[in-house]
């Protein structure tokens, strides 16, 4: 049997051959391939993936699956999975603030908390990865990418209701020693380098190492005075390491490591609200990445590791498979999010300009997941009449995590914290999957996945503060002076995980002393920052009720300390509603489900496939933040119920010769019913009590300084149709064309009213309700997506040319589930609810010339030629028009040997 390594290495000097089948949003293509001869003595390439957990021919798939090689991938200047959005129709891939979300058409999850889950699994090599934060490094020494499109519930399993991604990297090759070195360099003072080697020993064993590293300059550019350095710089290195052995024809062994670390300025996006708010146009903005930094330079530190071992034995009347896996990933982010985007007259609406720019209010973002899976699955041998596939799967997830703001320059908001040491998750299902051969040309396929999902929490949940001030004499007021303090400046640190203190009532009164709301504030902070005054005045100070000095307060520099704090003076630290605003969480959801699919294939004639299925995929429910109901007197997480999505697709696939050019054409139409869909606002407490209960939440009950807390329920049930296809051309003179276009609508049709989490309650109570969200489009559904990729092998007496050029096209798109609806001004909506991408075209070229004895390749390559900026993800809250970017024009050349 020969191995896929060993596969890949006897073929690694024909690199043209991929250029033949290159996908480029096409359902054709792959990295693997076998010359399907036409009568003309051109070929169509058949392309071999493992969508469905074996071997097959794309072709021969009965559904709708793309695949890219990772040379394919190179040539066009794609760096990680995120760039895949415009490559692919009906998948939309964006990084936001690090978080990795995966859309197909139209089905995904925005919830990156730790009580969230992709609704698009990821997947390693075959191990789901639950958080893929990280997961853009691994794009190296890859054999392809594979995407499945419409729910896996049956095979895949765990949150695939949208379908799923597998990265599939080479495998050690036995009897073969060879290697490749890389290097690259382009603008932005790119520099990347690879490297592998193939190591054989004896006839029986191999071992494959490949290492990775990337360097850029950051995609923005701080036009303020304080040339700050700003976010998307990147500081990548990736190492891979594989030993197969494989004794006999029966047994086959295969135990991994890998390695990411991701250091550079991370994703803090633009944050539109400041130009909007002034009535600018976002079409005005020349480069949305020329900003006004301010603070300090973000830092991104991200480890993502894991070990796997697969262990395949041929019994004979079947294969049996063992997968098991650990994962370890830490992403650690801290930044301070820019001012405004640089547009005509910014600087005039930053005054005073100094103290805007030195405001260093910040997040940091950690989360740590460790994550276990186990799968055993038995597969019968292909070629019966009856072949199928029965397993189990076990998962296993501990996670901590952490997200805390400090809100600098503040008088009654100086931070959040969200901190939860210990979130753990668990799953479990056995499934089946059976394809009977009815006829000679007719198939049935049927399969059926029992899972179980728990998840539980216990953390802490806290919103921070406090009325500030000095005694003013001239008015008798004592905070008449200088509101506002410092925190977070330089040096400053969050406790994070060191927190020693997650109940704040120490006494066990049941109520939250003002004492004892700031002791669990200062434990929660490591070290306060060199300029920093906050930790000044909660140690000079009096409590609420405390007496006052009635010594003058005569300092009024707002520039920079807020507070004063001459000798003799007091300033006030006065906590809003302590009891309110910091809540234990102790949450837990428990459920089950089962997905099932149904499909027919008939083969109406050697070259034509005619399909029909009915697929279902759920995603499990779970809780919300905890908080205190006080009709019942305790604490409640209230839940929300498991998502499901069914699939009906009708589909074909065909080979023809038009005239002396063979020719494939292939095409789909689908109807999804989604039903249960999980919907997020963000609401006080109070509100969240009320909502519980089933009444209208008040946005008068959210109090400032209350917590506001992320609540989930089930709020709309969408449908979504369309049609796909896909085609390619095998011209003379070794030209290749594929396309590939698609129609999708995506409407909810039946929802409850949402409350407007575009407002904050205790700011804008009468534009922070429940609103009709019936009849809107789901977010991230282009109407219509072009595709199109052509490509060429020149043979010469020096060695070969290859190109590709490759375009795409975009319809018209929203971000959120309101549509740049403006509830308020209907008639003039405000631009700063504007959540509308406009359509855009996109064009990538790639170049390479390997040379005549195969041992040395040269490419050159543009992605996004136009350099359009194009929004892939926003967030919209009271203060906030946030958008991440796709990447602007990158270009750049690279040198391969082979040895």
Same mark, same amino acid.
């Given at each position: 049997?020969?191995? *896929?390594?060993? @596969? ?24 693997? +391939? ?61 990084? *936001? ?12 999850? +925005?919830? @990156? ?34 995407? !499945? ?140 990445? &020329? ?91 292909? #070629? ?15 996670? *901590? ?8 320059? /503040? #008088? ?40 179980? $999902?728990? *998840? ?46 997650? &109940? ?81 969480? &102790? #949450? ?12 027919? #294939? ?38 929300? &119920? ?25 095409? +789909? ?44 329920? !089930? ?22 064309? @594929? ?47 072009? !595709? ?8 010469? $007496? ?9 375009? /795409? ?38 170049? /390479? ?31 906030? @028009? ?18």
């Amino acid at each position: 049997m020969t191995t *896929k390594g060993l @596969n890949m290495n006897k073929s690694k000097n024909k690199n043209w051959m991929w250029l033949t089948s290159l996908p480029l949003l096409a359902l054709p293509g792959a990295a693997s +391939s076998q010359a399907d001869t036409s009568t003309n003595g051109r070929v169509l390439e058949e392309v071999i993936v493992t969508v469905e957990r074996r071997q097959q021919s794309l072709q021969d798939f009965e559904g709708t699956a793309v695949a890219f090689s990772g040379d394919q991938l190179k040539i066009l200047g794609i760096q990680s999975l995120t760039d895949l959005s415009e490559q692919t129709p009906g998948v939309e891939i964006s990084n *936001k603030q690090g978080n990795v979300e995966v859309w197909i058409r139209g089905i995904g999850s +925005s919830n @990156n908390t730790e009580l969230g889950d992709p609704a698009a699994a990821t997947h390693l090599d075959g191990v789901y990865i639950p958080r893929p934060a990280g997961i853009g490094s691994v794009f190296f020494d890859i054999e392809r990418v594979e995407v !499945n499109v419409g729910p896996q519930g049956t095979l895949r399993g765990r949150n695939a209701t949208a379908g799923s991604v597998n990265i599939v990297s080479w495998e050690p090759g036995l009897g073969v020693l060879d290697g490749t070195v890389e290097f690259e360099a382009g603008n932005y003072d790119q520099r990347m380098a690879t490297g592998m080697i193939n190591v054989p020993i004896g006839d029986t064993a191999a071992v494959r190492l490949a290492a990775y590293s990337l360097d850029h300059d950051s995609y923005y550019n701080d036009v303020g005075p304080l040339e700050l350095g700003t976010a998307e710089a990147a500081d990548n290195q990736g190492y891979r390491a594989q030993f197969l052995w494989q004794p006999n024809d029966n047994l086959r062994v295969l135990l991994a490591a890998d390695y990411v670390s991701e250091e550079g300025t991370g994703y803090t996006g633009t944050n539109f609200a400041n130009s909007l708010g002034n009535g600018i146009d976002p079409d005005d903005i020349e480069d949305p990445r &020329d900003v006004v930094a301010r603070g300090f330079e973000p830092v991104q530190d991200t480890e993502h590791w894991g070990v796997r071992l697969k262990v395949n034995y041929d019994l004979g009347f079947g294969e049996i498979e063992y997968l098991t896996s650990y994962r370890d990933l830490v992403y650690d982010y801290s930044a301070a999010t820019p001012l405004a985007p640089d547009y005509p007259g910014v600087f005039s609406t930053l005054e005073p300009l100094n103290e805007s720019l030195d405001n260093w209010s910040r997040f940091q973002f950690i989360t740590d997941s460790e994550s276990t899976i186990h799968e055993l699955r038995f597969k019968s041998p292909d #070629g019966e009449r009856l072949y199928y596939t029965v397993g189990a799967f076990y998962f296993k997830e501990d996670q *901590k995590a952490f997200l805390a703001s400090a809100g600098d320059r /503040g #008088g009654f908001f100086q931070g959040a914290e969200f901190n939860q040491p210990d979130t753990d998750a668990e799953s479990y299902s056995v499934y089946g999957d059976f394809t009977y051969e009815l006829t000679p040309r007719s198939r049935l396929t049927s399969g059926l996945r029992f899972t179980h $999902d728990e *998840k539980s929490r216990v953390g802490v949940n806290a919103r921070y503060a406090f009325a500030l001030g000095g005694f003013d004499t001239n008015t008798g007021n004592p905070f008449g002076c200088c509101m506002g303090a410092r925190v977070g400046t330089e040096g400053f640190e969050f406790a994070g995980f060191d927190r020693t203190v997650y &109940d704040p009532d120490v006494d066990g009164s049941g109520e939250v002393s003002s004492q004892e709301f700031i002791d669990f504030y200062l434990d929660g902070i490591s070290r306060f920052g060199e300029r920093d005054t906050l930790d000044d005045i909660i140690a000079n100070g009096a409590l609420e009720g405390g007496a006052a000095n009635p010594a003058a307060c005569t300092d009024t520099d707002s520039t920079d300390s807020l507070i004063c704090l001459e000798d003799g003076t007091h300033s006030f630290a006065v906590p809003i509603s302590p009891d309110n605003s910091i809540t234990q969480q &102790d #949450g837990s959801m428990s459920e089950s489900f089962v997905d099932w699919r149904v499909r027919y #294939g008939y083969d109406l004639s050697d070259d034509i496939l005619l399909y029909g299925l009915v697929a279902t995929g759920h995603k499990s429910g779970g809780f919300n933040d905890t908080f205190k109901d006080p009709e019942v007197g305790t604490n409640i997480s209230p839940t929300y &119920d498991t998502e499901k999505v069914t699939m009906y697709e009708l589909g074909w696939k065909t080979e023809f010769d038009i005239g002396s050019v063979p020719a494939r054409l292939n095409g +789909s139409a689908f109807y999804y019913d989604y039903t249960d869909q999980v919907f997020t606002s963000i609401l006080s407490v109070e509100q969240a009590i009320e909502f519980n209960s089933g009444q209208a939440a008040d946005p008068a009950d959210a109090t400032p300084g209350a917590l506001v807390v992320s609540f989930s329920f !089930n709020a709309a049930d969408s449908e979504i149709y369309g049609m796909q296809w896909d085609g390619q051309f095998q011209f003379p003179y070794n030209i290749n064309l @594929n396309w590939t276009a698609l129609w999708l609508e995506a409407e909810i049709k039946d929802a409850e009213d949402i409350q407007d989490f575009r407002f904050q309650a205790d700011v804008s109570p009468d534009e922070a309700v429940f609103r009709p969200i019936s009849g809107n489009r789901l977010p991230h559904t282009p109407r219509y997506q072009f !595709n199109a990729a052509l490509s060429q092998f020149i043979a010469t $007496d020096w060695g070969s040319f290859d190109y590709v050029l490759s375009m /795409g096209w975009r319809d018209d798109q929203f971000l959120t589930i309101f549509n740049s609806k403006d509830f308020m001004f209907p008639d003039d909506p405000r631009m700063r609810l504007d959540d509308r991408v406009e359509a855009y075209w996109t064009f990538d070229a790639g170049v /390479g010339f390997t040379t005549k004895n195969e041992k040395l390749r040269l490419e050159a390559f543009v992605n996004n030629i136009e350099d359009e900026v194009a929004t892939a993800a926003v967030i919209i809250t009271q203060f906030d @028009n946030t958008r991440f970017f796709t990447r602007p024009r990158t270009y750049g050349a690279r040198l391969k040997y082979f040895f």
